[in-house]
DNA sequence: TTGACATGCAACCATTTGGTTGCCTATCAT
DNA sequence: ATGATAGGCAACCAAATGGTTGCATGTCAA
């Protein structure tokens, strides 16, 4: 299980998400097919999907010489329940607190 | 509008999301309060709370001598709305396509 | 078996990051 | 006015990050 805190960094990283962004657009790719493409050494693809797969966000399979990788979309789901949710609440609060700041600003 | 590449690195933080969370316990603290009970001096606290400021999780008022500080939700909800949820659909066919391939790894 | 292909490992590098210390400025209360 | 309180600025530092290059290993196909 690892901590939301790996996931939260593994998503950091805008080439992450793209990666991300590659596989839920074509499920179970191999290190080269997302490689090509981007502006990047296969070596630094390669240390970009291990901390996706460190983060569970990545899962992959040898076939042969192959490595094929496949999205886990249950931590980013994670993400939205246990986090985002909590924040969702009270947003209505917290957006009507801030206006009526905004609003004593010209007092 | 910040870009959602801030907002998704002002979040990698342990830190910061604790910031936010404490502001979401109580809106409107100065950064005396926020300081409080942080094993970090003011310092490291004002930076976090500028990196959340620029990423426009947080807006602040000036009060006197003091600065309060408010948290914005809105960023927030764009991560769920516009990333998240993109993951949601398909999440399904891409967990069937996971099973698959481990139930295949035993053939 | 031998060459080509797919990936792995390790050392190295520049920059960013998260934090510190020291000092300065502004505002409030007495 | 003056001390205490709230915050700002800048220089510095160690460690983490994102990337590179070079070489090694494993696997497939002819």
Known sequence: MPAMD???KALADASRRSLLDRLHA???QTLN???DGLAMTRQAVTKHLAILEAANLVTTFRHGREKLHYLNP???H???ERWIRKFERGKLT???ELKRQLEKRDE
């Open 6 to 8: 790996e996931v939260f």
């Open 26 to 28: 074509r499920n179970g």
């Open 33 to 35: 097919d997302l490689c």
């Open 74 to 76: 249950v931590p980013i």
């Open 78 to 80: 994670q993400i939205g």
């Open 94 to 96: 917290a957006l009507s």
